[in-house]
């Protein structure tokens, strides 16, 4: 064995221990050239800012609590479902206003807005979020029986809502999408990276999709802030509905929040590894088929295979990205 | 900071509190309402159904007992190996007769069978399970040699059973294949859906694989139900090994079970993004380029890339999926 | 129902037990065929193996002491920052230092090393490390910043290193190649796993990667081990750096260490789903759209496309692996 | 500094392995001799006894139930209040079920009652238990007063619920007594030392104790099975009601369940280390000095001092026990 | 086996059920019977009242900071030991603040007293606490020293501080003492019972106590609020430092806060078991022999044993009490 | 609400922040101060010393390897319980061998012995207690014998095994007497104080106890390291078996390890309270009363009351410690 001595130079002079003193100091400074080139203030002592860990599990709480035979605790028995669903709630809604203000008092430090406000506002927030709950699972429970009805091998809804990686992304989605829509856009990201890193699946929380709604497999699936999603909708993993975007030559300086990422109409199903980019529309009851590139409209009842898409949409100035 | 209030009406009303009773009755009546679509019989007070968090522990204790010196706890020396894999697999057993048994129990409920014979029945497959745990070690082996042999990067079979996901997804598959053969499906898929969250590969249980198989990467890998897959073959990331499914217009009840997965043959290497669907024969030795997409059988000793695919087997009327 | 006994047979014989001893038996047996097979030595009684578990744990802090305010504890003050990654440090390094003695002395049995000189080139190493910290985090900061400048949907570098995969992925990346190319490949190789189990992100530590990197997406992304990866460079999702092989009838024994991957020159951007494979050269500036098959050159400011690609490139022997 | 080599001679033979087979087989020969002696059935597989750590829990979630507020969950609000109750009380009495039913089936086994009558026993019992709790928390209340008004110190009763020893340990009593009386005095007898262990306060479950109890300070306080106790008694720490016990000249055989243990009546006060034994009645109103030993009855209204009791009560041939 | 039905009546209706709801809401009057007995205001939702378990916590950490190497964490380096003293005491600190506000605000309720006031004073207190740290550890240091002087068994300074169940009581006690002082008496008392609870030691955190105090053994020992004790005083078990208190047919209502408990002046030896009550003074150097009964002063040099102190002080109508 | 504000003058100055510089120094002078004044050589760098926590773990894991079906996990079955003993005594072994090296090390250290001298005789002390363990559970069954047997109130011998606390307590001493008298007296102590913390008995490891021995209650009890117990010897609460010790006017300087406790024959028993001290002989078979104070040997066959232990024993210028 020959030991790698090259690189090891500085290393010599510590002698057993880290220099720690001369890292910290050193990692002191670089922090406060990123702050200063920032322009951060750093007189505010804590950490201002969401938890990744605790929206996590403020995130399966509120599974728990839709589903609480499913995805509640194991030894739950139905005497007491709603007591546990009580419980549960009060401590998830709780948790997750104080992440909600964490946001807020974020944004409102540079806006200069009132605390007493923004306080007032996070409380709106979650408790419109909680009135809304009902819905959501009212909703959850047409993607369940998608899901189920989608694929000829799931047994029971109840394996489906176990078992379905896409099943527990679009649950998370649906949470992450109302806090987004009411005003906790990063909290709501948040909840959806959770559901990203566990299930391969990237849905943007401001992507709007419709009633019955299923992802098969999932893993590669990539959904755009914008995009908007109809009815008993179905997808297969890898399909990407994302944005165009132009070459360098032009300004740069894209405009936030235009419409950017595909309309899909109801009923239609795309199969694994498509990719549709910009805003076009897929027509209702259409079909796209697996490794379909995509970017342009297509009407309603359309069937598009690998082969046709290629003849007419791929130009060589299009580039893709999501 | 302009304190968007639209859609926050409902709120209003709370005044510091979440309205839960509200909620907690809402969302009683939903699951009531859903229970009665379903047919459910409500009267049963317990949870039924296996546990997600359950199956993993109990996956991860048998990974230990298989190889105990490198998946089992750092601290085991090799003196206490035989002491730690029977303490282990007793608790493993144990635990896993209890979630086999909810399965049964789960299916019998609709078909009225008696609960003795449902739980002798999980008692002899677990048993016969772990009666198996042996050969399934030694067909393990050949697939980790099979990772050190078919990556020239590897350093040692200890590196390729520590860091490849392949290799985690591939004990993880033979384990619930093997429930799968033997009746417990659903725990079968639980344990397959938890190798998916680690390693991004979907493995359906019930894929037949034979000895030294290999996934590179990984991620985005998905393999359907029905498959057959030889011996020595190799797969690169998002690979698809799915169904070909048919457009609307047909009866939409397809019958379940019946072989829609391709079979791979012996010697066979699948480069990245391949996608074969149906069922259709890979011949043995042959190679699929990186991107191709397949819906025909290959005779043995192909070489097949993706240009070739495209001029001879995109069909306009074809779609694909997993 | 009808119960399925077909294969229980073995089952039978074992009245309420699980024939434990006679599992751990057969179990023995295997693993010393494989022992044999593999000229192990077994008189080794301990556990001579680097973990996943400790080196995902001290990932995560050595996370934590670079941005402590953002990855750190949530209860974290400024007040106590350097207290914080000085003690995090601490406990990160001389954990680290144990891991990577692990790796050393499982290299060095083969090679007959002393103890002593492999202890203190174990040390070398970890304090080498610990001197780059503070590059490592000026480094980061342009990763952040480039990802927050690269989506126009980011609102704070904040958001950016807490929700988005790709930072994280690089983050254990910059970590990991420190400590492949310093001499602790199998610990760089563990750390880099983590990542991708988190992220869906596959980096080898093996590649160099210059600043301002950012990756969007990310799922399904593979990055070879020699692949050179210029500044201000950004990756969609599925995108692959991977090399090219050649068919079976060759010797077979590629030589390890070539350069086989891509060069990516400074500011590329390539779109979802492109595979560049090989050692080839994307020149300076140039953009890769989506799901474009590349398997030569590129010269600087080149714009490629799907279909400009597959025109060009696609050869019937020519096969992709990463 | 010099080797004590001295009774290590065993150790000298076992070369770096600590012959785990040799004192295995040794502790199952002891394990079966003395299986032999108590004349145990050994068919029987799992472990068929009450778990301590299962029992510490379950008191913990009753004291948080009755106590929600200052015994409960630190994050708890009066809106989810009756909640909590409702889900920790089912998730308890379940718990309670089990350890209820392990230790009937233990007794059972050996008086041959069939198993579905000791289930139905062990579900009456803690259903019985279930609807005593309000009155429990009602007499429980009384305690808490009756603390707060005899320890001038006090400055509320929530101080006096969350820092005296003597609530938490008649708490516990009030629930294992109730056990004890309906009929499971092991679950009850290990719920006891879980708070003799926490406080250092010895309360036989068995014991009757009336409403307005306080003990202060109390570490070292014995009270016997047999004793019954009045309303509005108080007592200090090392207080000592117990039996007494006669010479081993006798048969040897005490009779069980005969009363042995003093009875204290209403509104009694005994100051620290006081010992009183044997079946005596301590008269309402009386006090009993710190230190005064005392083995006959005393009237209503006595003041018993160290030196008034030594004259009376200390002969030569009795002897104390608790 | 004969099963007692007795008692078991009402839980015949039960069938299945636990009568969750009945049981919810018998607790929920009585919780209201009692609030408004206690003249409670209900409307305050959230738990308002300081944590055993986060003060517990705290109190470890604390002790940790004190003594780095013997109390904090086990792979803790003299490298980082500031570090982790400075990391430890933010967190520990900012925890208390919280404790603390808690307590103030909890007694401010009823004084009416703004909240801004009682959290500055909050605030002031754990920073002058904080800064009291190092003359704490100073003082701590001189009872380390007599524990290892005074108990000729000992064999280190290291040993004493891991040890022995004195020292212990004895570092909580100089924590909860400081913060008596300071104005918040209810967190030193939660803090001093977690002591009373590990050690059997009860040490009122109004209790004075000089340098180089050492207890040995340790259960039993009570010390009570008003006590003051010298330097360099040495106990045993079971020795109590009480109060003296009058027969009923006083007024009942005593003075609180008035000098009640003894004063031991330096140098005093106090063996197990003895007793010790009232405002009386033990003086320098005296020694009080084991099981003593001591209610009057004894001057300088005084050897008190069980024999001489009898015939002295107790007089009939005088009880003890601490 | 009157703010205190006394005292709290030094906590002006800190405006927001706690000082934590100021503090981190200050308590780095006097410990640099105290190690100056034990003559510490400061350059070693990590802890050297035996861990509590660890110890405890490892007491209670060889509890549960000599009763794996009482002390052992409530899901152990007897098919795995030579497994379980097997690994559970390998892990607990180890973990032990590393505190024993750690207390022979900080030993060596002042002596100057090498490092490998003292890790062969930390392997020979482990290796030789591990094989008396087999022995030590014989003696302990005498014990769990006798306390059935002593305790009319005791329903079996599980119940006395799972809720005494002096059986809790004598297997903690067994174990650590052995391990004191093998050379390894501080990790015997740390162990015993474990015991002495959840029981309240405190006894110290130097004692030699027969078999057959019980203590009934406990909480107080003292048993000192020189004293020397028969067989079937039974002891109740708050007992002390100590030494005497002599005026300060005498040289101070008492010589260690000279036999100061006192001899206690077979089938002594000795109740509660009752405190014996010196190196005096209890003669076989002999009862001492409750309460009594006895500092002289008493023939076999005595019976000591209160009364007669007074008039004979107690002189004035005797004083009593443990």
Same mark, same amino acid.
Do not use: K
């Given at each position: 064995m020959t030991l790698k001595k090259g690189g090891l130079t500085r290393a010599v002079e510590s002698e057993g221990s880290w220099q720690l003193d001369r890292i910290v100091t050193e990692l002191r400074d670089i922090r406060a050239r990123w702050r200063g080139a920032q322009q951060?203030?750093?007189?505010?002592? /804590? +950490?201002?800012f969401p938890s990744r860990d605790a929206l996590r599990d403020i995130a399966e709480a509120l599974c728990a609590a839709l589903f609480p035979m499913r995805l509640?605790?194991?030894?739950?028995h139905q005497e007491s479902e709603d007591f546990f669903i009580g419980y549960t709630l009060d401590a998830a809604l709780n948790g997750l206003l104080h992440q909600v203000r964490l946001e807020l008092r974020y944004d409102a430090r540079r806006a200069n807005t009132p605390q007493t406000e923004v306080d007032a506002l996070a409380r709106a927030i979650v408790a419109e979020f909680a009135l809304a709950l009902p819905e959501l699972r009212a909703l959850l429970d047409t993607d369940v029986l998608a899901a189920y009805q989608g694929?000829?091998? /799931? +047994?029971s809804v109840d394996e489906v809502l176990l078992c379905y990686p896409g099943v527990i992304a679009v649950i998370h989605h649906r949470i992450a999408h109302r806090l987004y829509a009411l005003g906790a856009p990063l909290v709501a990201r948040i909840i959806a990276e959770a559901a990203h890193s566990a299930t391969g699946i990237d849905i943007h929380p401001g992507a709007q999709i419709g009633a019955g709604f299923f992802i098969d497999h999932g893993t590669g699936v990539v959904i755009g802030e914008t995009a908007v999603i109809g009815e008993r909708v179905r997808l297969y993993q890898a399909v990407t509905l994302g944005a165009k975007r132009f070459p360098t030559?032009?300004?740069?300086?894209l405009q936030k929040g235009l419409p950017r990422h595909p309309v899909v109409e109801d009923d239609v199903v795309i199969y694994a590894g498509a990719t549709i980019l910009g805003r076009v529309t897929i027509g209702r009851g259409s079909t796209i088929g697996g490794n379909v590139w995509l970017t342009r409209s297509v009407p309603a009842g359309s069937h598009i295979t690998q082969a046709s898409s290629q003849h007419t949409s791929v130009l060589p100035t299009e580039l893709a990205a999501s």
């Open positions: 951060r203030q750093t007189e505010c002592g /804590a +950490r201002e509640g605790p194991s030894d739950l694929d000829p091998a /799931a +047994r030559d032009e300004e740069g300086t």
